[in-house]
């Protein structure tokens, strides 16, 4: 039950922040930043897969009821959760997994959980920004969007980790 709660105030948090303060950040006509899918980031490494599509679903689903935008929100962290064990396991070998169970800077360390969360922010901005555009006409345009909102996403991500995120390893 408490680690239910931990990560409903974790959603609850990252849903606010991003609907009420990043929706409203767009600077130089190209960098948005997208920090709500730290919640699919953080979950658990044994956490199924079903229950992490699941997941990553209705936090697109809540970011887009929020947003007014049909569904891209929800379709790109639904690709991001479907591609996270992937992802998981490039980066991992088996035993690494079973001996730590959360994907933390704190548990994995700094250069870890920077190549995963670069991997895993470029998979939903790129799926994002393609889906948003749906046409390959700007396709310059819409890369450098994606690219430098990535950029900008994965510092916000790493200080929130930083800042917010310690967990204590027992």
């Not at 931990?6 to 929706?23: D, E, G, M, P, R």
């Not at 690219?147 to 929130?160: H, N, T, Y």
Request: with cysteine; aromatic share 18%.
């Amino acid at each position: 039950m408490k680690i239910f709660i931990k990560y409903l105030f974790i959603w609850i948090t990252v849903v606010l922040c991003q609907v009420l303060i990043c929706n409203n950040i767009q600077l130089f006509g190209y960098i948005n930043p997208y920090i709500y899918i730290i919640f699919i980031l953080l979950l658990p490494l044994k956490t199924s897969k079903y229950l992490v599509l699941l997941l990553g679903f209705l936090l697109g689903l809540s970011i887009d009821i929020f947003s007014n935008t049909p569904g891209i929100h929800a379709s790109a962290t639904t690709f991001m959760a479907f591609l996270r064990p992937y992802i998981i396991n490039i980066l991992f070998n088996r035993e690494s997994i079973d001996k730590k169970h959360l994907p933390s800077i704190s548990s994995m360390g700094l250069s870890w959980f920077i190549k995963y969360t670069v991997i895993m922010v470029l998979v939903h901005h790129l799926f994002l920004f393609y889906i948003e555009a749906f046409s390959f006409t700007n396709f310059f345009f819409t890369l450098t969007r994606c690219l430098s909102s990535a950029v900008f996403s994965i510092i916000l991500l790493i200080i929130s980790q930083l800042l917010f995120f310690k967990e204590r390893q027992k």
